[in-house]
T-cell receptor, first 115, second 110 residues
Framework: EAGVVQSPRYKIIEKKQPVAFWCNPI?????LYWYLQNLGQGPELLIR????????DSQLPKDRFSAERLKGVDSTLKIQPAELGDSAVYLC?????????????FGPGTRLTVL | QQQVKQSPQSLIVQKGGISIINCAYE??????FPWYQQFPGKGPALLIA?????SEKKEGRFTISFNKSAKQFSLHIMDSQPGDSATYFC?????????FGDGTTLTVKP
């Protein structure tokens, strides 16, 4: 069974440019999470989806970040425009039932460098 | 606001020794406490987890000890091996939302 797939794995952009990350969760997992992980820190939740509904986006900087999960399967996270401080690893995770204590399965992440 | 504090930041242990990582939380609403293991270039992977109605959970060489009154929990790795060298994150969860500690980088010397 394939795990959580993320692409690209690495992205280098100039500041003020847009960037998008894609995530395909484990088949059948209805809950999808986007996390930001700064160097030397733990993951911080950006947004959580239950199917196609964003149930927790309180930590998403909505002035420049947006996300979508139109068909309740794969998801895209976008930053526009990117800033130097956005350099981090963006992790996607999925679980079978987010409201319960089910294991979150993480993808390998996308490492973003903003120059 | 740091709701989950993890220590130490780094840890070096000899092969065969015991590795101990500690976490403390503030929010008493947390009701699920997982530990994750992360290797370089990989995402975190669940190692072991505990609910607050038990004081200890053991899976192989990994044990979680939980002290509800002190709002603390710890991970013990017995007979530590070089392959255990990784970054370990504790987390505290409520209603499907997890708050992570800042991680402990474990190095097990052969």
């Amino acid at each position: 069974e394939a795990g959580v797939v993320q692409s690209p794995r690495y992205k280098i952009i100039e500041k003020k440019q847009p960037v998008a990350f894609w995530c395909n969760p484990i088949s059948g997992h209805n809950t999808l999470y986007w996390y930001l992980q700064n160097l030397g820190q733990g993951p911080e939740l950006l947004i959580r989806y239950e199917n196609e509904e964003a149930v927790d986006d309180s930590q998403l900087p909505k002035d420049r970040f947006s996300a979508e999960r139109l068909k309740g399967v794969d998801s895209t996270l976008k930053i526009q425009p990117a800033e130097l401080g956005d350099s981090a690893v963006y992790l996607c995770a999925s679980s079978s039932e987010g409201g319960k204590h089910n294991e979150q399965f993480f993808g390998p992440g996308t490492r973003l460098t903003v120059l | 606001q740091q709701q989950v504090k993890q220590s130490p930041q780094s840890l070096i242990v000899q092969k065969g020794g015991i590795s101990i990582i500690n976490c403390a939380y503030e929010n008493t609403a947390f009701d699920y406490f997982p530990w994750y293991q992360q290797f370089p270039g990989k995402g975190p992977a669940l190692l072991i987890a505990i609910r607050p109605d038990v004081s200890e959970k053991k899976e192989g060489r990994f044990t979680i000890s939980f002290n509800k009154s002190a709002k603390q929990f710890s991970l013990h790795i017995m007979d530590s091996q070089p392959g255990d060298s990784a970054t370990y994150f504790c987390a505290a969860s409520y209603a499907g939302k997890s708050t992570f500690g800042d991680g402990t980088t474990l190095t097990v010397k052969p």
